[in-house]
């Protein structure tokens, strides 16, 4: 599928509710999304999985293998549950690297961070924006911050994670409970 292809078919579902399938290099499996936003290198998406909307993400455009608009009955099922009420275009430019990350900053989300070519996972909040990397106040799977933040390149990232289950989850206890971090909680 050409680059011209996926990027009309991507803008087809802009503002329409419809579900695109899509298949990345990296990954054998395929994912669900909801379209908010394409340019020639990135999509904004939101991804429906099993009749719920879980969370935004933004991938690039070269790792797209192909992709395929859904209209079916898991689609209308979609509608008629509301699960389509839920999707909602959040205030992301894409226009590049840093503004992206200056518009999700902007949130004071955690975001997840995928490498999925290293196999690299990080999860924080966005503590330095660069012209060619972004750096990660990350934590571990036991809730303890890292020392030093996470430094990854641009040129690394296969996608971005926010307002999903896992992320928001991990947010409101970090709230909530009382670290060195946040000792107001």
Known sequence: MKKEEKIKTLNDCIGTNLLCRCYFKYDINYFYFYVHSVNDKFLLVQEEDDFITDGYQIRKVSDLKKLKIRDD?????????GVTNAVVCPDVDISSWQTIFHSLKKLDKFI??????NEEF???????????FVKIKMFDAEGNWYEKPVKKLYSEITSIIWDNRYSTTWKKYFDLIETPENPEA
């Open 122 to 132: 990080i999860i924080g909040l966005i503590e330095k924006i660069g012209k060619n």
């Open 112 to 117: 997840i961070v995928e490498d999925t070519y």
């Open 73 to 81: 009955l898991c689609a209308h099922i979609n509608e008629m549950i």
